[in-house]
């Protein structure tokens, strides 16, 4: 096994993302010692019976302590308050990063609390299930997943590119992309599907022509598909919605255009624009296949998957 790409990594944060950076990391072989923090005692408890660190602990200034990279993974809206906490920890020359899907609220938050003489390199991996947790997380989580950085200007080359290799070794292809751009891509492929997943659900919640019993019984007609996504951590989507709030509005509108569209077509039997309409999106479905980014098999594949939510693209 190679040489251990740090010394030390941190991770603050140990749900689904931090838990299964914690086990790749291990298999891995890419770092010395894992230090571990969050804020629960519980979470952290439960986190050493799994044994996904050598050291645990609530302060994340302790766990910072020494480390060579720190990886941050907790919900946005308290990215400034972690940044405020690690801070005057931090070793210099210290590589620090997050998993954070709203990139401009991040990068706001952290960077004017954060040493200059550290690298602190934005990051996302686009990778996650509709679970949460330590107990959630598997090593492959993030193979042939992308992990996007919006580097600031002025950010070390190599700094950058030891990063762009730890993600690789964790299976992950590694882009760059401008932070408001990031947040606009995202907003579209990732945090609409989820508000309108969690928008049609509470609607048949609430529908009272539709007993819950009929919903769950004839969910596998589609239903079901949109409930893997409303299913996702309600802290992790409350500050997605709060901190990515200008692109998710503007996509927001854009869809509600269109639908106002589709309903028209419906309303005046447009056979030829559903039609249209029906063949244009089915063709998205393919490239996101030939992709290599979803498999084509009944059912997504998931049935005969080892982690059946493996496939399900429930991380912002």
């Given amino acids: 096994m190679p040489a251990p790409l740090f010394d030390k990594i941190a991770l603050i944060g140990i749900g689904l993302i931090g838990s299964s950076l914690a086990r790749v990391i291990r298999r891995e072989g890419l770092a010395g010692h894992i230090a571990i923090s969050t804020r629960s005692a519980a979470t952290l408890a439960r986190a050493g019976e799994l044994g996904l660190g050598d050291s645990y ?21 308290a990215s400034g308050e972690v940044a405020e906490a690690i801070a005057p920890a931090l070793k210099p020359g210290a590589i620090v990063t997050d998993v954070g899907s709203t990139k401009g609220s991040v990068i706001a938050q952290m960077q004017p609390r954060l040493p200059a003489n550290v690298h602190f390199i934005p990051g996302h991996p686009l990778a996650g299930t509709e679970k949460s947790g330590p107990d959630s997380g598997f090593a492959e989580l993030f193979e042939n997943r992308w992990c996007v950085f919006t580097p600031l200007p002025g950010t070390d080359p190599a700094a950058l590119e030891k990063l762009s290799e730890f993600w690789r070794r964790c299976g992950s292809n590694v882009d760059t ?32 022509t539709v007993t819950k019993s009929e919903v769950i019984k004839y969910s596998a007609s589609g239903f079901r598909d949109f409930t893997r996504l409303a299913a996702s951590d309600p802290t992790m989507w409350r500050d997605v919605c709060l901190h990515n709030k200008d692109a998710i509005l503007e996509m927001l509108a854009r869809f509600s255009e269109d639908l106002a569209s ?29 992709a290599g980014q979803e498999v084509d098999a009944p059912d997504f594949g998931r049935q005969g998957l080892a982690h059946p939510e493996k496939g399900a693209a429930s991380k912002a």
């Fill in 57 to 77: 602990s609530t302060d994340p200034a302790i766990a910072v302590a020494g480390a060579d990279l720190v990886v941050v993974s907790v919900p946005v809206g």
């Fill in 177 to 208: 992309m401008d932070p408001d751009h990031h947040d606009m891509v995202l907003a579209i492929v990732s945090h609409l599907p989820h508000i309108i997943a969690y928008n049609i659900v509470g609607t048949a919640d609430d529908l009272q």
């Fill in 262 to 290: 589709l309903q028209r077509a419906i309303r005046w039997g447009d056979g030829e624009k559903l039609f249209d309409l029906f063949t244009r999106t089915r063709a998205i479905r393919r490239s996101i296949i030939e």
